[in-house]
């Protein structure tokens, strides 16, 4: 055992040959040291080769299953579609053969939905129209009212003096005076 660990402990007596670097001279390198290196890393590097190759193995086979178990619910679920499938197309089937007459029933209901409807709009129209014209008559027949009020203020106003506004007041005062005593 001696023997062995001698040339690893002279190592550290023999003097620097200057720097560390690789030997590409195949000849002067040391087949010995090569093998020994290879050797070790073998040995270790086995061992993790292989766990690295058996992880590698039971993911595969892991999405080979699941890939099996996915593959088979896909089955499953392409047998329910199918016969869904089935199950629809004599549905439409029904449809298509009880659709037609509902169809031209839906037609007509439409078709006297939308004349009513229409009719009601005429109808609206025609009211709203009424009910313009009136606005316009009112509008019109307000205007015909202030301007003869207008008129008639302005002819009392130029036929009024100061002495038959005094007289126009004194005889309503009298009226009111008259009024009251007929009142009480």
């Known amino acids: 055992m001696k023997n062995i660990t001698d040339p690893f402990l002279s190592l550290g007596y023999w003097p620097s040959a200057g720097s560390f670097g690789f030997n590409t001279d195949i000849l002067a390198t040391n087949p010995i040291n090569l093998s020994v290196v290879l050797?070790?890393?073998i040995f270790f590097g086995k061992g993790v080769l292989s766990d690295l190759l058996d992880n590698r193995k039971q993911k595969i086979l892991k999405t080979i299953r699941n890939s099996e178990e996915l593959r088979g619910r896909a089955l499953e679920q392409l047998e329910k579609a199918r016969a869904r499938l089935l199950k629809v197309e004599k549905e439409a089937d029904l449809v298509r053969v009880n659709g037609y007459s509902?169809?031209?029933r839906e037609k007509w209901n439409l078709i006297n939905s939308t004349s009513k409807t229409l009719e009601q709009f005429q109808n609206y129209k025609n009211e709203t129209i009424h009910f313009e014209q009136q606005r316009a008559i009112n509008q019109v027949r307000q205007q015909v009212f202030q301007q003869a009020l207008q008129g008639a203020l302005g002819t009392l106003n130029s036929c009024l003096n100061n002495e038959l506004?005094?007289?126009t007041i004194s005889t309503n005062i009298d009226m009111f005076g008259m009024m009251k005593e007929i009142t009480d």
Do not use: Q
């Open 102 to 104: 509902e169809l031209e």
């Open 165 to 167: 506004h005094l007289r």
């Open 39 to 41: 050797g070790v890393l």
